[in-house]
């Protein structure tokens, strides 16, 4: 057995993202995983625990994904849970590793983007969402968070503006982040007057579907140690799945239920956090991933937007690579990606705008909109090795 | 109130006419029961044996409790819309046509919130609404929050009218102008609003004082038909098909005999070629070019209409063979009825009662007067209907059959 | 001798000498058949089905099925046709005697009375006044009552129906029975749908001509046209109808041979 506290996050891995790309993702995950034992410096072979998140493999899933690899682990999961896969694959390897039932997972998220493969992903995601969501024209979750977007801004008086401040730090972050799709600056002007993709959701509050993967390596620190590789580690994790299911719509996410305990067992107040890395699939949810895991009350955020800056070296920096609004949203990888840009901020990697004095740090999962909201909420706090 | 809808400009004939795509069709089993009861105009939810609890989106086990027990039960439909938006852009093309489309997240006062499609004299959030559920193009079910209360023009509303298959401005055929059923028809439909009337006429020699008053209208023009003539029926078909909007196939014969009372199959066989044969004639003739025309301009090609019998879906054995010929004719316009979906006309299928004319003279009534049947059939074009039962005697065949189609039969051979 | 009569016919009609007038409709699904109160019995109308036309259905060839009753555009009426000639021998299409199918024609021309009066009725005074001036009609002659109705292409006009039913012309009871009883022909034909009145059923007997002609073994022919070309005596008719199996009677074609 190994101590929870001694298992750690390593090799953060990002295979570059593209709008489409004619490769499937069974090409991402080998991607991925070569730049696991490249970055670690492990033989294949040492690789016996493997957990992928991806919407594209069909037919395929983590099994056939082995024999395509040609990798031989004892320890395998299969978590196709979109924005919470990066967070849940890390919980579901922390316990491989602390129980013994594998030395060194790797833990990717991986999709392709076709040309027609959005559409064809959001047809067949969800039997809810055939039968109640894609014959209303909503066509994605474009329209599911314009519905939460209106009501939350007329519940809680949020702007535009509120939502356009998160976007345009986000963009201004991920301006030195080589992946990111986007890379240019973006005003509030040009965020305001975005076209309108269905209001109050304009052409910036969406995410741009692409294809690409993440990946990271979970050990234990004296594995790491050993093997010389910088790594961050695991404080504190939770996960949380159909919560309220009561609430009319959605205004809160799971976080509410589990944040108590995320603090506590990291042993730290959320004033200790210096980044969030929150899962900004629309700017709402990062409102609410504010509020929910205790940063601000329930309502506040937009108070709290317009008291904070959240550019890096911000009061609070959020999605410091850019988030999936600036950097894209592969599918799958979009799950992992603020928990890769978390290890790499704590880890001491050579960053272009690290978050200075960065010692915890808070990534959010959300996810699986399957009818009218996100099924799925997760975080994770990591810290730097020392802290 | 909604604007009204304007008569459309006459079609570019330089333009290529759009094909129609229909929005996402695919639906669970679970989910067709909403289908099953639109198509009939109801707004039915699952909802729990058990403990009542009212289930949306539709699924195979009680969200609550978990008993597989779920009966479909109509709904008042009353909520609140909770948030309300324009798609600008979608990923489906059907609706990237369409844009803006505007639908709306409704808290059901049952229970349940439901995503809609939203009247345009609806809102804005947050306000109370009534949900009611429509077949789309694709012909199967989905809900819309219309007002609480009628406003003015509420059938023209531009998302609605993709719903429904509303005469106003567009041109019909029916089948038949002699009967009494054809003409109330046809009077029925132009004062719906409908551009031009078609009414076929088989076998002039035999005079129709009724045909010749209604020829007498502006909107009226007589076409020579003959559903048992092959050669009629593509001769109309290449004159007029392509220019019908609504088809309304009200040619049948009927024969007041069941098996022993006639001898020999000249009467059946005249049913079956009208009443079956003339549909299959008529489907192959008009079905193609109707089929491409259905997403030509705001009123563009939309509905077949079927006068069936209620006969159709249990044999009354005094009118043996005719009830044979009209449950031929029920099949097989459930076949038209998948071959049209593809398109988005919509396949509506009557099932009256017996009608008050010649060949149920001696049945005692209730019987179903020409005008009445004419004005369900325009119901249901205005609703969007699929399958129509006018009258006290076809509701309570209705009943019965849905309650248990074998104690139906039972009682019919009594 | 009359081996010699047929080669000489045949280089009358090579030389034209001898011509031949079609006397028949075209089948066609526009053809008005007879009409019968909806409770009776109904003759089907004629119908033609394409079985394939080159296509998929049959790749190098064009064919139809039709379908119609015995009774259909021009068309020969049996004796077992009618009640009064159930019981007859040979009276049924298969067994009708093909001599009795060829034989000498006598026109007589009604037209003008028929225009005059849609219910015209040929007489038996009618028909003396026409034997005045043509001769007597020789036993076993078909005898044409020529109306020009075929001349009506409105079928309309060619039904003539009203709320009392139809109006066409045809022969009286008496003149009937004087053909069949004094003449002794072969058959009647008419250029209307029946060989009797379109108010026949009003007479006595109702329908006289299918009565008497069918009840004594002869036949009819109805529908036919052309009769405007042929003289008032002299012409050979053509009429034999499909065999059959016990037939009351079938479409045909009608030919007739005349001078010139
Ligand atoms: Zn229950």
Redesign the pocket.
Known sequence: MVAHDDVVVTAPVTVPYSRYSVRNAHWFCAQALAGLLQSSGLPKSEIDGLCVGSFTLAPDSAIGLTQHLGVTVRWLDYLPLGGACGVVALRRALRAVQSGDAEVVACIGADTNHVDSFRQTLESFSVFARDAVFPYGSGGPNASFAFLTAYYMRLYGATREDFGKICIAQRDNALAYPNALFKKPLSMREYLEGRVIADPIHLFDCVMPCAGAEGFLVMSRRRAENLGLPYARVRSTCERHNAFPEDPIQMRGGWVLDRDRLYGSAGIEPCDVDFVQTYDDYPVMSAMQIEDLGFCEKGAAPEFIRRHTFTTEGSFPINTCGGQLSVGQAGCAAGFLGLVESIRQLSGRNLARPVPNARFGLAVGYGMITYDRGLCSAAAILSRADA | MTAPFTRPKRKNPVLRTRLPLPPPGARSRAALGLSAAAAMGKFKLQV?E??R?VQYPPREA?G??L?PRLRWREQDGFGELLADTQVHLSQEPYFRERAPWRIGMVRLDAGPTVIVHLHSACGPAPCRVRVGARLDKAGQGVLIGFPVDEVANMADDRQLREMTCDPKFRKVLITDGKTAVGQALARTIIAAGADLVWVGQAEPWKRSAGLEALSALPQVAIVPLDLTDSSSVVEAAGSIGGRVDILINNAEVHRTYGISARNGTDAARLEMDVNYFGLLRLAQGFGPAMRGRAADGAAGATAWVNLLSIYALSNFPPHGTFSASKAAALSLSQALRAEMRGSGIRVINVFPGPIDDEWNQPLPPPKLAAEALAKSVVSALKDGVEDVYPGDVAQEWLARWEENPKVLERELTA | MAADSLVLLAADLAGGRVRVVDLTHTLSPDFPPIVLPPECGQSWPFRQEEISRYDDRGSGWYWNNFSCGEHTGTHFDAPAHWISGRDLPNGTTDTVPVQNLIGPACVIDCSAESAADADFLLTVEFLERWEARHGRIPTRAWVLMRTDWSKRTDPVAYQNLDETGQHTPGPSSEAVRFLVQERDVMGFGTETIGTDAGQAIHLKPPHPCHYYMHGAGRYGLQCLTNLDQLPPTGAIIICPPLKMLKGSGSPLRVLALVPG
């Open positions: 729990c058990a403990c609890c009680c609550s409790c008993s």
